[in-house]
């Protein structure tokens, strides 16, 4: 576990008490045998207490190290923090020292793993797990805590609470499983909760299940919720804000509803428009060309020039910025909205509605 | 019978695995004209009836049955020649068994299976052999798949000798050929599966379907695993290779989108049994089965402004191994809780019914569903409730 940092650089403002996490600039590499892994370049957000916000991207964008980073759970080294400051709840978090992030980690800050299996103790009840986080940062009693453990299995829909906390994790389903472990993020009613895929090992009625119940919680408690996933659907039904990822750096930011109807940065409308709809049979999904750069060898500027169809020579010389790109914040990583691409951009807009909307090519 | 068929490899590591053993040694190119004829476009090309699939759990000591898994249990369905027939359904119900026990790639317990008018359930295995180049199958899971000692040559070049082609250079030239069918380069017939990334892996796990030449295809979850830039990549791969050799699929995934897309007609699957069976069109607008409506009803959208209430299903899937009495999806149906728990869905097994145009169900109920039995549903549901099921 993370026990040492890198010695903490006077530390910028604290964000307005609005703000519950505010990222900025933070940057973990990974140091390994090839060479260095820049997984989470230089990435900043914000997330308003009780709002919730998703962070989407394909495999290895840095979506986890990112969530890992923030809960101070990554190995250093291998890892390395690089740049950056988190601040959370008023506090930055970051460079404090581990026994104090201790106290945040699991009480105001709980995370939900993608394999509840891998974070779950065998060899321990429900119960106990629960019981003894809960007596550990709210210096209660055995038996307080017990009782908030069965509280939280109720409050997540596990039927007969008092019995199920005596069962061990091997003995639920998949579903009770993720149930379990929502239910232990919850206990201490934490004022942020991390999901990371919390249901993409889970078959889709299950999935509907849990997101559902993600949903209702929101409601019910006071907790914010950052939401990590690969499904663009996913995302559009459970959050307020979206970043998109890539090859370790934020792509795009801004509401659901601005990024995922009105997408401002080549790659979102990439992905966007390679979802099979129903209005594309028939004819050819429209799909992003080549793979994910290697991450030893990133493209010198814009790290999605060598897919992009809107590229052009500035795109591979200067590596381009977030730009505002639309109302309510949005902003894209892309020199299209710059005064150098304005000119291109009506065009690219135009090329992916006609992507988006219909199948091209074949039969 | 050939002595030793392992082929001289200047260039990469040792075979892990023992080559494939050849009988018998016509080459591949000699054995056309094939006993089966091509199948017209839109003819029935694979019927399948009462097929059943148990596997039998075994325990204690004396490694005696204790039990059976009811995998694939009693499943009938019909593949036209050029179609995609999708199969869908929850993790554990069944598909990919069922996919592989149609190319008897497993040995099923009972039923009948016809491909091009033969009966082909009890065949030999030299029977099979030659009739196994026209039924191919892409497996589920692009990195487990790929022996990962083996360069790509012998990869996609085992079947192939497998079905007599001996002669390297001849076996070389074709398996460079796949490679440039699936848009990969000729020169990666050197390389492991490990140099390769997960859609490229996907592209070689095609390849290797199609160096034979084969008429029908099992697709078992081609995508699943790729990301969705990936995905459609993948997707269109597939789509031109069934238009340019004309293809028939069966196309195995648990993505409903991915499905409407993409197929033709689709069965769904649920412990084994089909539960519906229709056109993409009658399954996706005109859903007659409580469990098809609530797998649609559980699909993200990704237009935010299309949110919408969904319907949840209660607990988990029960185990193969003890499937429910009468109808299997009694103990989670919506429906039958709606209409005040009929009896008749714990007695009475439900058999497909026809409702026009192809398409069948097996819900006693089916009648009863309708846009305002299914919003009424949804709008009585409690979702902390849902996660209710077996007994503790
Ligand atoms: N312990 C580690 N050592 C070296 N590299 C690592 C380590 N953990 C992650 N990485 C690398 O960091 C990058 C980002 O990984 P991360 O797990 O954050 O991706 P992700 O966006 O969560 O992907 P997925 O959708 O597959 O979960 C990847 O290139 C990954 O290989
Ligand atoms: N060789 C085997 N021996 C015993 N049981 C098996 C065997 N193969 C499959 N099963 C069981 O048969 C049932 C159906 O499995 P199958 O793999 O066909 O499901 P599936 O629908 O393909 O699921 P998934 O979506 O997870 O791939 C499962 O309960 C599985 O555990
Ligand atoms: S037969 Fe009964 S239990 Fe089965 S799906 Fe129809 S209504 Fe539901
Ligand atoms: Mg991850
Ligand atoms: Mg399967």
Request: charged letters at 25%; glycine letters at 8%; hydrophobic letters at 40%.
């Amino acid at each position: 576990m993370t026990e040492v940092i890198a010695a903490p650089s006077p530390l910028g403002a604290p964000p307005p008490d609005n703000i519950l996490l505010d990222v900025r600039n933070l940057k973990t590499y990974f140091k390994v045998l090839d060479g260095v892994v820049p997984a989470v370049d230089g990435v900043s957000f914000s997330l308003e207490r009780g709002k919730s916000i998703g962070i989407v991207g394909e495999s290895g964008s840095g979506k986890s190290v990112s969530a890992l980073t923030m809960m101070r759970l990554l190995d250093i080294p291998p890892a390395e923090i690089r740049d950056g400051e988190i601040w959370f709840d008023g506090r930055e978090i970051l460079h404090m020292p581990m026994e104090e992030m201790r106290k945040i980690r699991g009480n105001d800050m709980a995370m939900i793993f993608q394999e509840p299996l891998t974070s779950l103790n065998p060899v321990f009840t429900v119960g106990d797990q629960i019981a003894e986080q809960v007596e550990r940062h709210k210096k209660v009693k055995r038996k307080a805590a017990w009782d908030r453990a069965i509280e939280s299995l109720q409050l997540v829909g596990i039927p007969s609470p008092e019995r199920r906390v005596k069962q061990y994790p091997h003995e639920l389903s998949g579903g009770m499983r993720q149930r379990v472990m929502i239910a232990m993020a919850l206990s201490c009613e934490p004022k942020l909760l991390i999901a990371d895929e919390p249901t993409t090992a889970l078959d889709v009625t299950i999935q509907a299940q849990i997101l559902e119940l993600l949903k209702t919680i929101q409601d019910r408690t006071d907790s914010a919720l950052m939401l990590i996933t690969h499904d663009l659907g996913v995302v559009a039904e459970m959050v307020d804000n979206v970043i998109v990822m890539y090859a370790g750096q934020v792509v795009e930011q801004g509401t659901v509803d601005e990024v995922l109807v009105n997408p401002r940065a080549p790659y979102t409308m990439g992905l966007l428009e390679s979802i099979p709809t129903v209005e594309k049979r028939g004819g050819r999904l429209s799909a992003i060309k080549g793979t994910v750069p290697n991450p030893f060898n990133m493209p010198p500027a814009c790290r999605f020039e060598p897919r992009c169809p809107y590229a052009w020579n500035l795109c591979a010389e200067t590596a381009p910025d977030l730009y505002p790109a639309g109302p309510h914040g949005q902003h894209a990583r892309c020199h299209l909205h710059t005064p150098a691409g304005a000119p291109r951009l009506p065009e690219a807009l135009a090329d992916h509605e006609r992507k988006l909307n219909v199948g091209h090519g074949i039969s | 019978m050939e002595s030793s068929t392992t082929p001289v490899r200047p260039d990469g590591p040792p075979p892990a695995t023992p080559e494939v053993v050849v009988e018998g040694g016509a080459d591949v190119t000699e054995m056309d004209p094939l006993e089966i004829a091509r199948v017209g476009a839109g003819k029935t090309l694979l019927q399948v009836r009462g097929l059943k699939k148990h596997f039998p759990i075994v325990g204690g000591l004396l490694r005696r049955q204790i039990g059976t898994v009811y995998a694939v249990d009693g499943v009938d369905f019909d593949v036209n020649s050029g179609e995609t027939f999708a199969l869908v359904g929850e993790s554990g119900c069944g598909k990919t068994t069922l996919g592989r026990s149609v190319l008897r790639l497993i040995e099923p317990t009972a039923g009948q299976i016809t491909f091009a008018g033969r009966d082909i359930s009890h065949i030999s295995a030299d029977e099979l052999r030659p009739l196994r180049r026209k039924m191919q199958i892409i497996f589920q899971d692009p990195f487990g798949s790929l022996n990962p000692r083996m360069p790509v040559s012998d990869l996609i070049g085992e079947g192939l000798l497998a079905q007599g082609m001996k002669d390297r250079k001849a076996r070389d030239k074709k398996v460079e050929d796949s490679l440039e069918l699936v848009g990969l380069r000729r020169e990666y017939t050197r390389r492991y599966p490990h140099e390769f990334s997960g859609g490229q892996r996907q592209r070689i796990g095609i390849a290797r379907a199609l160096a034979l030449g084969p008429d029908i295809v099992v697709c078992d979850e081609p995508v699943s695993a790729l990301d969705v830039s990936i995905q459609s990549q993948v997707l269109n791969l597939l789509l031109d290779l069934r238009r340019d050799l004309n293809l028939t699929y069966i196309f195995i995934s648990h993505n409903l989108s991915v499905v409407q897309y993409f197929s033709d007609r689709v069965g769904v699957m649920y412990l084994g049994r089909i539960a519906e069976l229709g056109s993409v069109e009658q399954l996706y607008k005109d859903p007659r089965h409580p469990y098809t409506v609530a797998l649609l009803s559980a699909i993200p959208d990704p237009n935010p402004r299309k949110r919408k209430k969904r319907l949840v299903l209660k607990g988990d899937v029960p185990s193969p191994a003890a499937p429910p009495a009468g109808c299997r999806f009694h103990t989670r149906c919506w429906l039958r809780e709606k209409l005040g728990n009929p009896e008749r869905c714990v007695t009475e097994e439900p058999q497909l019914r026809n409702f026009g145009g192809g398409h069948q169900t097996a819900c006693h109920f089916a009648e009863e569903i309708s846009a305002d039995t299914v919003s009424s549903a949804v709008e009585t549901q409690s979702v902390l409730e849902t996660a209710v099921a077996d007994p503790v």
